[in-house]
């Protein structure tokens, strides 16, 4: 009755070995210990809302009962999206769903002498799939009709996450339509808008999922505009009897101020409790959603919470800057520091947190996650640089990424540290990089002055015009435009450095 969805990949991949590992619960356990009667193989359907009485089918029997119901509770969650193409239905075309869904997908590796697998979606499911069938042997091709994976980050969060991708012969095609698949020479042929097969042993449709509505839909209940399940801030229904929980649902996005699916195992728990607490009288509120979710991906972790860029510019928020850094997860001096790729974007009018993403191999989680807290409650950058995170050299620094973040955004909103932007830098570029990194990793077009010699060799700089100053990750630049304003100059960083600049610019394609 209860089985750890999120688990699947894995257990696929073989990483959880006991499919037994995958229930989380069997129908006695809620007899026994909280008198609760569950009823396995039995579809629901038929609610008459005036009557307040639901109809039961067995499936095993095909015997037909009718239940009333004081509160009725619609928790159906989501189906993975199967699209309409010709061949969709075709033995080895697969969705992750279900423990069965995942039984099936072994079998046909076992039994086929499965070599090549196709992944049709870059999403968490996706990835995870991609993955876990790498880890069982098979060439895999991931097919992704945008131009990046992961599509809550931002591009250039999205870029370490590909090239990880890629490091574990994982083959990336952006920007391709799959419009069927057909037979071919035993195997499955995937076909492309512009003519292009893709030939393979194995597909995992990972499209992404769809409400489960069509209770809600029989019964009269409302959708909300994204196709959900529409619930007040107790979950309930237009019905006063009937509540809805869980991916089957519209949620509230706190930051964008619109209403949303978000197939998440989090909002989905809390949600239940919501509208347990609401039946029972209860006066409790459903907050809403930002969208915190992490990803693992071949020993990579990738992380956001709130709003990306990219969806404040769709929901026409223009009032967001954004700070790039890429600090090490603990202190440089202790053994086994490795780089965050850290965004935080932010409102410069007041300060107010807006989104974060992450991605690097270790620490990531708990810096997310304390964003993540801090957008909940309302907070600032001024937060952020105030916080007080648990430090020894093994776990953190003194001034933690999280602090850095904040102390970067405040310096950007009080004038002390103007930005330029890699999209458009102007023609006046200065690296204050040593010659050695730059001679690896040059910069077109740009004046090179190494950070140490700056103050004396300031002077060689025309100083009526605009300089965007580069470094390798942002804190050398920092100080040459404090250095270069404070001196009658006029300078801007360029934020996260060449890393940023690399990650931004890297071609989703190749």
Request: hydrophobic fraction near 45%.
């Amino acid at each position: 009755m209860s089985f750890a969805n999120c688990g699947l990949p894995y257990f696929v991949g073989q990483v959880i070995v006991d499919e037994a590992k995958l229930l989380m619960a069997k129908p006695e356990l809620f007899r026994d210990r909280f008198n609760i009667e569950v009823r396995t193989r039995t579809e629901a359907g038929g609610i008459d809302r005036a009557a307040k009485t639901l109809r039961l089918t067995d499936l095993e029997t095909g015997a037909i009962d009718t239940v009333a119901y004081d509160a009725l509770v619609l928790s159906p969650g989501a189906a993975p999206i199967r699209p309409d193409l010709p061949g969709a239905d075709l033995p080895g075309i697969f969705t992750v769903r279900s423990i069965p869904d995942t039984r099936a997908i072994r079998s046909w590796i076992d039994q086929h002498q499965t070599g090549t697998a196709l992944v049709v979606g870059g999403g968490f499911i996706g990835l995870e799939m991609a993955e876990n069938l790498r880890h069982r042997g098979l060439e895999v091709i991931l097919l992704e009709r945008n131009a990046q994976v992961m599509a809550p980050l931002d591009p250039e969060m999205a870029a370490p996450v590909a090239q990880r991708l890629r490091q574990h012969g994982i083959q990336l095609r952006f920007s391709e339509t799959l419009t069927g698949f057909r037979p071919e020479n035993g195997r499955l042929a995937a076909v492309l808008a512009d003519g292009q097969t893709i030939a393979t042993d194995l597909v995992i449709l990972a499209l992404g999922v769809r409400p489960e509505t069509r209770l809600a839909v029989e019964a009269g209940l409302p959708l909300g505009n994204r196709g959900g399940i529409a619930v007040d801030d107790q979950q309930r229904t237009i019905d006063p009897a009937i509540w809805a929980v869980g991916d089957a649902t519209e949620a509230r996005d706190v930051v964008l101020g619109q209403d949303v699916v978000l197939p998440l195992a989090g909002p989905a728990n809390r949600q239940g409790r919501i509208a347990a607490d609401a039946i029972a009288g209860r006066p409790t509120t459903f907050r809403g959603v930002q969208a915190t979710a992490i990803c693992g991906v071949f020993g990579l972790q990738a992380a956001c919470t709130g709003a990306s860029e990219k969806a404040l510019a769709r929901a026409g928020i223009t009032d967001a800057t954004a700070v790039h850094l890429h600090p090490g997860s603990h202190a440089s001096y202790y053994p086994g520091a490795k780089p965050i790729h850290l965004k935080v974007i932010f409102r410069p009018s007041d300060g107010r947190l807006l989104g974060a993403q992450a991605v690097g191999e270790d620490g990531v989680d708990k810096r997310i996650d304390a964003i993540a807290m801090a957008i909940q409650l309302g907070g600032t950058i001024d937060d952020l640089a105030e916080a007080e995170l648990c430090y020894a050299p093994q776990f953190g620094a003194a001034k933690d990424p999280v602090n850095l973040a904040g102390m970067i955004a405040q310096n950007i909103r009080n004038g002390d540290l103007p930005q330029a932007s890699w999209t458009d830098p102007g023609p006046d570029l200065l690296d204050v990089r040593d010659p050695m990194e730059i001679a690896k990793n040059p910069l077109p077009g740009a004046t090179a002055i190494p950070l140490n010699d700056l103050r004396r060799r300031y002077q060689e700089l025309p100083a009526d015009r605009t300089w965007s100053v580069a470094c390798a990750a942002g804190q050398r630049a920092s100080f040459a435009v404090r250095f270069l304003n404070q001196h009658g100059y006029r300078a801007a960083m360029l934020p996260g450095g060449m890393i940023t600049r690399t990650n931004a610019a890297t071609k989703a394609s190749t």
